[in-house]
C-alpha cells in the first residue's frame, strides 16, 4: 500500500479545492490534516516493515501498472520505500504535517483558507511522488510538481505584485536547472535503454567508465538540475524572494518539499556520482562556496524571513557539501536535522509576525521574550541548532559534514565549512538578540497589541523545538549511528564516507564549536550589550558592508546581463517579425483583397443595358478565341 501515501493528500487536496468553498473551514482543516496524518501513519507502518526485512534487501515495492510501452523502454507508475525514501518520507510528513496544523491558525482569517490547504495538500503529495518514485521519470512528475505548486504558494497573494513577481522567478529559475535534468534523461534511455533506478544505478558501473567525459557530463546535468530546486550557485536567486508567500509556505518549501528535493535526487543517484569524481568535486566546491556565501549575506539582513531564508541556502550548502566528499549518508542527515530547525525557526518567526500584525522588520521589535515566551524558547532552540551548537541536532550532522571533508583531504573546504559555522552563529543570534532582548523598539500601539499564538501555532512549535533538541542523537556516534546504519545498504559500497582519526575527529569537532561560539559571543558583544558598536562597525567598514547588504549585486547583475538583453531582443524580435512580417503579411492580404474589391466594384453600375453590353462583348472575346485558336 505504499501507493497510497503520496495518493491520500492527493485526495484531500482534490476535495477541499473543489468543495471547499461550500465546506466550514474547521472541516477543511480536519480534511487537510487528516490526510497528512494518514500519510504519517502509512509512512510509519511501512517504516516498521522495513525494519523488519533483512538489512540488504530492505525495499517495498508497489506498481500501479504500466504508464509508457514503447518497444524495449517501457516506463510504470512504481514506488519504491527504502531506507532513503523512508527517511525522506517520513520527514515530509512529519514536518509537513506539523506545518499543516500550525496554518489552521496562521491562515485562520484568510479569504482563500480552502485553496491554501489545497495547494498545501497537493505540495505534500508531489513531493511524495517524487521521494517514492522508483524510477527517473516519476520521480521527475512529481519534481515538477513541486515547481508548480511552489509558484502557486509562492504567488498565494497574487493581489501584491512582489508575490506575483517572486512566483514568476521561482518558476523560471528553476526551468534553467529543470532543462538540464530533461536532458540527462534523454542521454539515460540513450545509455541504459531505461529510466528505472534498479536497471540505471544497478547497470552503471558495468555501462559507463569511471572518471569518462560521458559519466561526467550526465551527472553534472543532474547537478544543474539540483542546484535550481536547492538554491546553490548560481541558480539560488529565487528562494530568498521566496519570502512574499505565506510563513507556513516558506517553512514547507523550506523545511521538508522544494529545496530538499536536489539533495535527494543527487544520493538516489549516488551510484552515478560515485563514477564521477570530477562532478563530485565541483558539488563539494559549490555547496561549500554557497554556504559561505548566503551566511555573508545573511550577517547583514533586516528582513526577518529573508535572514532565515539566506541561511538555508547556506545549509543546503552544507549538504551538498557532504554528498560532494561522498558523504551521502551524512548529507542525508542534516537534511533530517535541518527540517526540524530550519520549520521551527520559519514558524516562530510567523508567530512574531502574527503577533506584530506583519512587521519584519527585526529593526523594529526588541524585547519579545517578555510577551512571546513560547515563540523565544522555540526560536532559541531553533537558532542553537543551526548554529551547531551541541547538544543541539544541527551540531551532530554537521560536525559529520566537516569531518568527512577533512578526512577526504579537503582541509580547505573545511575552513570554509568552519568559517560559515561561525557566520551561522553570529546572524541567528544577530536575530535573536534583535528581535526577542534588549529594549523594545516598538510603538506604543502595537506594543499593546502583542499577545502568543494560538495553540494551533504554538503546538507545532513545541514539538518542532523537540525534535531540534534530539534528534539529532539518531545519528551518534558520529558515522556509525542508528541513521547512518539504516542508510547503510543504500549507497554504493565504494562510498566509505572518509573522515579524520577519531582524535582529530574531536579537537576538529571541538575548534568548529569553539568557533560558532565566537560568532555568538560577537552577536552579543554588538547586538545587545553594545548595540551602538554595530552601526560604528558598519560605518568603519561602508564598502563591505555595502556589498553584503546589496547581496553582492547578483540580482542587478543578472538582471543587466540575462534580463534585458532577453526582454529588449524580445521586443526588437516582436517589432520586427512579428509586427512587420506576420502582423505585415496578415494585413497585406487583406489590403489587397479589399483593393481587387474596389476594383470589381466599379462593373456593378446597376444598369441593365451595360451588363448586356459587356455579355455580347465577353460573347465575341470568346468567339473569336474559339475561332482564330481552331
Request: charged fraction near 10%; proline fraction near 4%; glycine fraction near 10%.
Amino acid at each position: 500500500m505504499v501507493w497510497l501515501i503520496p495518493v491520500i493528500p492527493l485526495a484531500g487536496s482534490l476535495v477541499v479545492g473543489l468543495m471547499g468553498r461550500r465546506m466550514p473551514r474547521s472541516l477543511v482543516a480536519v480534511i487537510a490534516c487528516g490526510t497528512a496524518s494518514l500519510s504519517l501513519l502509512l509512512s510509519l507502518m511501512a517504516f516498521i516493515r522495513l525494519l523488519q526485512m533483512p538489512a540488504e534487501g530492505r525495499a517495498l515495492r508497489a506498481s500501479l501498472g504500466s504508464w509508457i510501452a514503447s518497444g524495449d523502454f517501457s516506463v510504470s507508475f512504481g514506488f519504491l520505500f527504502d531506507p532513503l525514501s523512508a527517511v525522506m518520507a517520513l520527514v515530509v510528513c512529519g514536518v509537513g504535517l506539523l506545518i499543516h496544523i500550525y496554518s489552521i491558525g496562521y491562515m485562520g482569517e484568510d479569504r482563500d483558507y480552502h485553496r491554501f490547504f489545497a495547494l498545501l495538500n497537493l505540495f505534500l503529495a508531489e513531493m511524495l511522488v517524487l521521494v517514492l518514485a522508483d524510477n527517473y521519470l516519476l520521480l521527475f512528475v512529481g519534481w515538477e510538481g513541486v515547481g508548480l505548486c511552489s509558484y502557486l504558494l509562492i504567488g498565494f497573494w497574487f493581489e501584491r505584485p512582489a508575490a506575483a513577481a517572486a512566483g514568476t522567478k521561482a518558476f523560471l529559475v528553476n526551468r534553467i536547472g529543470d532543462s538540464a535534468i530533461v536532458v540527462g534523461l534523454i542521454w539515460m534511455i540513450l545509455l541504459f535503454g531505461s529510466l528505472d533506478f534498479q536497471t540505471v544505478l544497478g547497470d552503471a558501473p558495468n555501462v559507463l567508465v569511471y572518471g569518462s567525459v560521458t559519466v561526467s557530463l550526465l551527472t553534472l546535468l543532474l547537478f544543474i538540475g539540483a542546484t535550481g530546486k536547492s538554491a546553490q550557485l548560481p541558480l539560488y536567486v529565487w528562494l530568498p524572494d521566496a519570502m512574499e508567500g505565506p510563513t507556513p509556505v516558506s517553512a514547507l518549501i523550506h523545511a521538508a518539499t522544494m529545496v530538499t528535493a536536489g539533495v535527494y535526487l543527487v544520493a538516489r543517484s549516488a551510484p552515478l556520482f560515485q563514477l564521477a569524481p570530477v562532478s563530485l568535486e565541483i558539488m563539494a566546491w559549490v555547496g561549500g562556496l554557497t554556504a559561505l556565501y548566503a551566511a555573508s549575506i545573511a550577517m547583514v539582513q533586516t528582513d526577518i524571513k529573508r535572514i532565515i531564508a539566506y541561511s538555508t541556502i547556506s545549509q543546503l550548502g552544507y549538504m551538498f557539501l557532504g554528498l560532494g566528499v561522498g558523504a551521502y549518508a551524512a548529507g542525508i542527515f542534516h537534511l533530517m536535522t535541518h527540517a526540524f530547525f530550519k520549520a521551527l525557526l520559519f514558524l516562530s518567526a510567523g508567530s512574531v509576525i502574527h503577533a506584530l500584525a506583519g512587521e519584519q522588520d527585526i529593526r523594529k521589535m526588541g524585547g519579545l521574550r517578555q510577551s512571546l515566551r513560547v515563540t523565544a524558547g522555540s526560536f532559541l532552540v531553533g537558532a542553537l541548532a543551526n548554529a551547531g551548537i551541541a547538544p543541539f541536532a544541527g551540531f551532530w550532522s554537521k560536525d559529520e559534514i566537516l569531518s568527512a571533508a577533512y578526512g577526504s583531504g579537503h582541509q580547505l573546504l573545511w575552513v570554509i565549512g568552519a568559517l560559515t559555522a561561525a557566520g551561522t552563529g553570529f546572524y541567528m543570534f544577530r536575530l535573536y538578540f534583535l528581535a526577542f532582548e534588549g529594549k523594545s523598539r516598538l510603538d506604543a500601539h502595537t506594543l499593546g497589541h502583542v499577545h502568543e499564538a494560538p495553540w494551533s501555532m504554538r503546538l507545532p512549535l513545541v514539538l518542532l523545538a523537540l525534535g531540534s533538541a534530539t534528534v539529532g542523537f539518531v545519528g551518534v556516534p558520529p558515522g556509525s549511528g542508528l541513521l547512518q546504519r539504516f542508510l547503510e545498504s543504500v549507497f554504493p559500497a565504494s562510498a566509505h564516507e572518509a573522515s579524520a582519526e577519531p582524535s582529530s575527529e574531536a579537537v576538529l569537532a571541538v575548534a568548529a564549536l569553539v568557533i560558532a561560539v565566537g560568532g555568538i559571543v560577537l552577536a552579543f558583544r554588538y547586538y545587545l550589550r553594545d548595540p551602538a558598536g554595530s552601526e560604528a562597525l558598519a560605518a568603519r567598514y561602508p564598502t563591505f558592508y555595502r556589498i553584503l547588504l546589496r547581496k553582492y549585486w547578483v540580482d542587478e547583475l543578472y538582471d543587466a546581463a540575462v534580463i534585458r538583453p532577453i526582454v529588449g531582443s524580445a521586443r526588437a524580435i516582436s517589432e520586427s517579425f512579428d509586427t512587420r512580417m506576420i502582423d505585415g503579411s496578415v494585413n497585406g492580404v487583406a489590403a489587397l483583397t479589399m483593393r481587387a474589391a474596389g476594383l470589381l466594384r466599379r462593373c456593378q453600375t446597376g444598369q441593365v443595358p451595360a451588363y448586356i453590353l459587356s455579355i455580347l462583348v465577353g460573347a465575341v472575346v470568346v468567339l473569336g478565341y474559339l475561332a482564330f485558336s481552331g
